[in-house]
Each structure stands twice: as structure tokens, then as C-alpha cells.
């Protein structure tokens, strides 16, 4: 894993880059696009490059661009440990294996918990303000954002006179570039000023720059202790600028570049000496003698690096051409396929432009938020939203992507382990089901939601997938350690449970839901141990691939062997506990639905391997419904779709893109104008599960086979896709006409051999690394 904190003492600019980009294209149809400005937060456009982000508002007469920098949290480094949770720990046990969950559960809740029980919040840095006299009344209006190219404009026609914005995050040059242009000379007027809710001052030496320099929030009692420096340079051709005492006047300019870099005095999750003045400086003496034309095409070339290795096409029709606030009512009618390919895109753009290669990972918001104290902090809530997070990245060929997550869980090592010995005694390490940019580790909220030791292993099978997808062993080397020591920890903690004298996590809980005893706590519930059963089956594919540490591994298998089993209920579903207790539980439609873990991310349920396991998971679904949060509903696309019900998994998908917006479509789940996925309020794990999930549908690769179009709905009758990623190193390109395979060509990465499904037909190929095969229907094997 790479050396952790980074990101910020050295920005992460891409030098290899420039000279590997590719030509710039062009796909007019994946545009984001509305006939007003933003009203709300959830209407405005987001841009980002990994590290800096802006909402784009797109007013006339007021543009406002909400800014972010991806290690502005709250606080500082901190221990939140309990001294008291190890004496606690045997008694809880205790009372969990006499049936007595609420004394359990209190006893958890005052002596085990967190100190301070919560985390900390990821904050705003604050708005740059553009305000342009006499522009109010405007006409021929339209903003959008282009996902092809990442950059965000606005256009209007005051009087004689048509204005235009562009504004874009540069991954290269990492800078925010705002560009300013009017059809007729002299016309560009306007004062650019910053406003933040942060401790800050605002400066305008020296000429032509606007400075922000300001602190961090306080936090749940622990004190800020990062500091951070936001800059904004005007470049005006023509006109006059001027330096007024916390603003910038520009005056009868021809066109503008406005240049924004921002920085914190973080270095690493237990350093925070950097120089952010410094830092955010770096990227003007790089890019001081560039012109608007020069930066965009590098940005939009870095871009498309990414962004075009898949395309996909579902059809298209007039509705694709309405606004895009319009177009999800279209959808639920059946009258714009288009829109999945949108939100498909939208998800990969999104995932682009919150985490690249040097970032922090993604949060629950991606890099976008406008609240100091936002909802859930918009921190890393690991008991799904983070993991769902990262699912499209390997499969939509964005690995490097994935690197900011496969970083944080080898930075979670060091103080996961101090959490291991103060609450538990044991060796190895833990992290329950949060963390923040503190990398901190022990249980937060209460123990309905926050006593789950198991969030660090899930994070870990990120690790190994990582592998599975690139065939990198050097990568696979480095990760061993930290998934040995996540397994290190189970096998202290694991516990004999009385009746069958499994081993099993306790305390634990099964996800924010509540058994019939009307609270979480509990001993093995089915997800742990299907996370730990991956754990250590993994652990000991990699020690295989690496040749190592065999003593080890046979200790975990002697260890995963007294595991539960997966068990199914007298009603036909899969428990989520040792006990069968689910058509008890207080909600049975719960948000969660932490036991088909197994169906999906993981493969351990399957048609072919676990007949009667997958179809318990499909009587689970069916007793959970399809009601849900905008995440949840996510989560039941993929897993529809891991049961080949092509259709389901399509129903939820129009659940999951309806119009919160409209009072019509009013409830749980959905999408706001701009797409942004609603928990409500917005969470950004919905937009990348619904990616994940029209992925599944489209390519499976889980079970030791590349599996074509396993749940293409009849919405979807002819289409194509290519770029895709398989397991076992492969891209793969699809045809399809009337539902059916007409093409498909298949790249080997690795030299791997590979099985190729499509229905009932199978066919086996050894295909040399960076080789490819195309195969037509008539080449498959009929598999009797």
C-alpha cells in the first residue's frame, strides 16, 4: 500500500500523464442539461478532480460555486478509545448468550463505546461569489454538464449580448478553472468575493488574487487543528481589475480566467504541520503561463483517459433531448432507455472525479458538501456506503480509482490496532462501522448502529478484489499484511456460542436492525460470518499467489471450519442470526439487508454452487419488498440482479432514478434534479450501487465464469456496451439484438484462460495477455 497522507503535502499532479493522453472525442448525448439556475444545493452541478470539488449554481446575475477540499474534516487527530470497554467485554458476552440483549446492549452502550462517540464531519471551504450588475433579466438560458468532457457551462443573452461560463476541475494542473466570455467586447463586469461559515479571513494581496486563509471546526469536543488557505487568481484580458478590501472588481473586460486552488495543513491522519499557503500556491507557478484553451485540453484529454473505456448504448429517444429534470418521469413510462446509460456514466463521472490516484477516498458525499456539520458527518460509514462506493470501479475499468480506498485501509492498520488491544485484548486490527479522516477505529453512535467489528475485514476483501481484476502481485504483497492482520483479529475474538459451539463474532450486531428483543446486539450474525468466512478464504488464495505463510493459513482453516453455517428458515428465507428470528424482527422491510452480503458483493451464494442458499436469498428479497432508501434500493439492483430476475432488477432501478423532486414520486429513495441520489437527504453511494448494479446486469464475472447479459430486462432488447471488466484480468465488448448475444470480443490483461456463459451456452478459451478473441453466437458451445 502506498505510504499514507500524501495527497496533501504534495499535490497529486499527474506528470505522467501529458504525455499519454489520448485525442479528445466527443459524445454530445451524456450531457446533464436544465433551462434555469439552481434553486437548492441538490440542483446545482458537481465538478471535481479527486481532491477539489465545486457545486455550480449557474445564476445569472449571482454565480456561486460551493467549494471542497477533500481533507477539510472537522477536529484533529484524536484517541476515542475506551479504557473500559475491555473489563466490559466478558460480562457482555455473557448476558448475550443468557438472552438477556438489553442488558447487553446497555452495558455496551455505557462502558464500550467511543469517546467521544462520535466522528468527526467533513466541511465546506467555503463560496466563490461572482455578481454581475444588470444581468438579471436574461433570456435564451441553459446550463449543463458535460460528462464527456467534465466541464460544467452556463450561457445566457442579456439584451444584445450572449455570456458564457466554463468551469472545470483539473486533475493535471489541479486548479478549479472558471472561463468568462461575452460575444461582443468590454462586456464582462462583475466583483468576485469568497463567503464561508469556517473561522477566515479573506485578503486581496496581491493584485489580482483573493485569498481565504481560515481554520477547521471544532468537533463532539475535539478542537480543530488544521488550517487552510482557499485562492482565486482573475486573469482578465481587456477592462480593468481592481483590488477592493475582500473582493475583486473586474471592469469592461473581453473574457476572463478565474483560477482556483485550495489546500489544508494536513499531511497524514496523525500529522497536520503542512503548509497550505504553500501548498495551494503550487499550481499558479505551473500553470502561469498557460491559456484557458491549453488547460482545457489537457483536462478534457486526462478525462477521457478514464471516462471513455466504456460506452454504453440502451437506445435512444426524443425524451433524451427534454431537460434532465424532466427526463426521470420519462423513464418510469418506459419512454427514455437513455437515461439508464446517463445515470450509468453519471456514476463513472462522479467516481472520476471524487477519488483519484493521491486523493481521500469518496465519502458519503463523494468531495460535495455545503454543511459544517453535515448528515452522518459525510464521513465513511463502512457497513455498506463506502464499499458500495468502490463496487463500479474494478468492473467499470476505473482501478486506479479504487486506489484511495485501497490506501485508507492500510492507514486504518495503525490505530485499528490500538482499538483491537483497549476494547478487545487481541492482536491484529479493527474497525467497526465508521471512520473519518482520522483513520479512527473503535464503535460510534450507540450500539444499535455502531458495535459491529467487522467493518475493517469488509473494507479488506476490497483489497483482494483489487487483485482478482488486475492479477497484481506486487500490489497483492503489499496488501497481504493488512488483511492478516484483520484475520489476526478474529481469530482472538471469535467465541463458542452455547448451543452449537460455533464460533462467533460477539458482541456484534447484524446492521442497524433490531431483533424481536427490539435491539441490534447479538452473537454471529449471518453477515459477519460471511465476511469472515471471505476473510480467511482469501487470506489463503493470497499466501497461495504469494507462496507464503502456510502455518497461518492452516490455522484459519482449522478456525473457518467451525464457522456458521449459512442457515435457512423454517419460512424459506436465509436468517440474518443464529436464530430464526426474522419474521419477528420490528421492521421487516429494514433498509439493510446485510445478510445476502453473501449473494452480493460476495459470491458465495450462487445457482450453480448453492441451489438451495440462492433461492432462500430470493424469499429474502421478497420479504424485505422493494421499498428503501435511494442506497438500499441499490443494493436490491445488484442483488436482483445476481438472481438473473433481469426485470426486478429493473423495477428498482426505476425506483431508484424516480424524481424526489416531484410530490408525485414522494418518498424513500429517488434522485434530485441533478441526479444526485437521495437517501433522502443526498447520499452518494446510490449513484455508484446503481452503476455497479446496470453492470450486473449487463456482465457477471463472480462465479469463476464471464457471464453475458445475466439479467438484461426486456427494457433493453438491442444494445452494446464495451470496456467492461471481467475477474481473471479481461475487458469485454457486448453486441445484443433481441435480447440476445449477437458479438462479443473478449481482451485478455493477464494470459488467464476464461469460460464465457450466456444462457445455457458455454464456451472455454486460452486467449495470449493483451491478445483478444471475438466470438458470434455460432462459436458457443451448447452446454447439455
Not at 444545493?41 to 477540499?69: C, S, Y
Not at 465476511?531 to 489463503?540: G, K, N, T, Y
Not at 432488477?649 to 434534479?673: C, D, H, I, N, W
Request: hydrophobic fraction near 40%; aromatic fraction near 10%.
Amino acid at each position: 500500500m502506498s505510504d499514507a497522507g500524501t495527497a496533501a503535502a504534495t499535490l497529486p499532479f499527474a506528470g505522467s500523464i501529458l504525455n499519454a493522453l489520448p485525442s479528445v472525442a466527443d459524445d454530445s448525448s451524456l450531457v446533464l442539461w436544465y433551462d434555469k439556475p439552481a434553486q437548492e444545493w441538490t440542483d446545482a452541478l458537481p465538478i471535481g478532480n479527486g481532491r477539489l470539488g465545486a457545486m455550480i449554481f449557474g445564476g445569472v446575475a449571482a454565480e456561486q460555486l460551493q467549494l471542497n477540499e477533500d481533507t477539510l474534516y472537522g477536529g484533529s487527530p484524536y484517541d476515542p478509545n475506551n479504557p473500559q470497554a475491555l473489563a466490559a467485554l466478558p460480562e457482555a458476552r455473557r448476558l448475550i448468550f443468557a438472552g438477556k440483549y438489553k442488558e447487553a446492549h446497555d452495558l455496551v452502550g455505557a462502558k464500550m463505546m467511543a469517546q467521544p462517540i462520535k466522528q468527526m464531519p467533513y466541511q465546506p471551504v467555503g463560496d466563490l461569489k461572482l455578481i454581475f450588475q444588470g444581468h438579471e433579466n436574461a433570456t435564451n438560458y441553459r446550463r449543463q454538464l458535460d460528462l464527456n468532457t467534465a466541464i460544467a457551462s452556463v450561457s445566457y443573452t442579456v439584451g444584445p449580448t450572449t455570456f458564457t461560463r466554463e468551469m472545470f476541475a483539473s486533475p493535471v494542473h489541479q486548479v478549479i478553472v472558471v472561463h468568462l466570455t461575452a460575444d461582443r467586447p468590454g462586456q464582462l463586469s462583475f466583483s468576485a468575493s469568497f463567503e464561508t461559515p469556517q473561522k477566515a479571513t479573506v485578503s486581496t494581496e496581491p493584485p489580482g488574487m483573493l485569498i481565504l486563509r481560515g481554520v477547521n471546526g471544532d468537533a463532539f469536543g475535539i478542537v480543530g487543528g488544521l488550517e487552510f488557505e482557499a485562492w482565486a487568481k482573475v486573469v482578465a484580458q481587456g477592462g480593468e481589475t481592481a483590488n477592493g478590501k475582500d473582493r475583486i472588481v473586474v471592469s469592461n473586460a473581453d473574457s476572463v480566467m478565474l483560477l482556483i486552488s485550495a489546500a489544508t495543513s494536513y499531511r497524514s491522519y496523525k500529522d497536520v504541520t503542512g503548509n497550505p499557503g504553500m501548498t495551494a500556491l503550487i499550481p499558479f507557478a505551473r500553470v502561469s503561463s498557460m491559456s484557458f484553451a491549453e488547460l482545457r485540453s489537457y483536462h478534457v484529454r486526462e478525462h477521457q483517459r478514464l471516462f471513455h473505456r466504456v460506452k454504453l448504448d440502451l437506445g435512444r429517444t426524443p425524451a433524451a433531448d427534454l431537460p434532465t429534470d424532466q427526463r426521470p418521469a420519462q423513464f418510469l413510462k418506459g419512454l427514455d432507455p437513455h437515461l439508464a446509460t446517463l445515470y450509468f456514466q453519471y456514476g463513472r463521472y462522479l467516481l472520476i472525479s471524487s477519488s483519484r490516484p493521491g486523493s481521500q477516498p469518496a465519502n458519503l458525499q463523494g468531495i460535495w458538501n455545503h454543511f459544517m456539520t453535515p448528515p452522518w458527518e459525510s464521513k465513511y460509514t463502512i457497513n455498506i456506503n463506502t464499499e458500495m462506493n468502490y463496487w463500479p470501479a474494478e468492473t467499470t475499468n476505473l482501478s486506479e480509482c479504487h486506489e484511495p480506498l485501497l490506501r485508507m485501509v492500510s492507514e486504518l492498520v495503525e490505530n485499528g490496532a490500538r482499538t483491537a488491544r483497549v476494547h478487545y485484548g487481541a492482536r491484529g486490527w479493527v474497525c467497526h462501522h465508521n471512520t473519518d479522516l482520522w483513520r479512527q477505529t473503535a464503535p460510534i453512535d450507540g450500539p444499535l448502529w455502531g458495535f459491529w467489528p467487522t467493518g475493517g475485514a469488509w473494507l479488506c476483501t476490497h483489497l483482494w478484489e483489487h487483485y482478482q481484476f488486475t492479477g497484481d502481485k506486487e500490489f497483492l504483497a503489499r496488501a497481504y499484511p493488512v488483511m492478516k492482520g484483520a484475520a489476526e483479529f478474529f481469530l482472538d475474538t471469535l467465541v463458542p456460542e452455547p448451543k452449537h459451539k460455533w464460533l462467533v463474532t460477539c458482541p456484534s450486531i447484524s446492521p442497524e436492525n433490531k431483533h424481536p428483543a427490539g435491539v441490534a446486539i447479538c452473537a454471529g450474525p449471518t453477515m459477519d460470518t460471511q465476511i469472515i468466512r471471505d476473510l480467511f478464504s482469501q487470506c489463503a488464495q493470497a499466501a497461495k499467489v504469494l507462496g507464503i505463510d502456510q502455518p497461518f493459513i492452516q490455522q484459519l482453516a482449522k478456525v473457518q471450519r467451525r464457522l456458521p453455517p449459512m442457515r435457512i428458515a423454517k419460512a424459506g428465507h436465509l436468517q440474518e442470526w443464529l436464530e430464526d428470528w426474522d419474521l419477528a424482527a420490528p421492521e421487516l422491510q429494514h433498509r439493510h439487508v446485510s445478510h445476502l452480503y453473501g449473494l452480493f458483493p460476495s459470491n458465495q451464494i450462487t445457482r450453480r454452487r448453492t441451489p438451495a442458499l440462492f433461492n432462500a436469498a430470493r424469499k429474502t428479497l421478497e420479504l424485505r419488498g422493494d421499498v428503501g432508501t435511494g442506497w438500499s434500493l441499490a443494493w436490491k439492483i445488484n442483488f436482483w440482479a445476481r438472481l438473473g430476475d433481469a426485470n426486478r432488477a429493473y423495477l428498482l432501478l426505476q425506483k431508484a432514478l424516480s424524481p424526489v423532486y416531484a410530490t408525485e414520486f414522494a418518498g424513500g429513495g429517488g434522485v434530485y434534479r441533478n441526479l444526485f441520489d437521495a437517501h433522502p437527504p443526498f447520499q452518494i453511494d446510490g449513484n455508484f450501487g446503481a452503476t455497479s448494479g446496470i453492470t450486473e446486469m449487463l456482465l457477471q464475472s463472480h462465479d469463476g465464469e464471464i457471464h453475458l447479459l445475466p439479467a438484461l430486462p426486456s427494457a433493453w432488447p438491442n444494445g452494446s456496451v464495451t470496456g467492461l471488466r471481467a475477474r481473471g484480468g479481461f475487458e469485454v465488448d457486448i453486441t445484443w439484438k433481441d435480447g440476445e448475444v449477437k458479438y462479443t470480443k473478449i481482451k485478455s490483461i493477464k494470459g488467464n484462460p476464461c469460460t464465457v456463459r450466456h444462457g445455457r451456452h458455454v464456451s472455454t478459451h486460452q486467449i495470449k495477455a493483451g491478445s483478444s478473441i471475438s466470438l458470434e453466437m455460432e462459436r458457443f458451445e451448447l452446454m447439455h
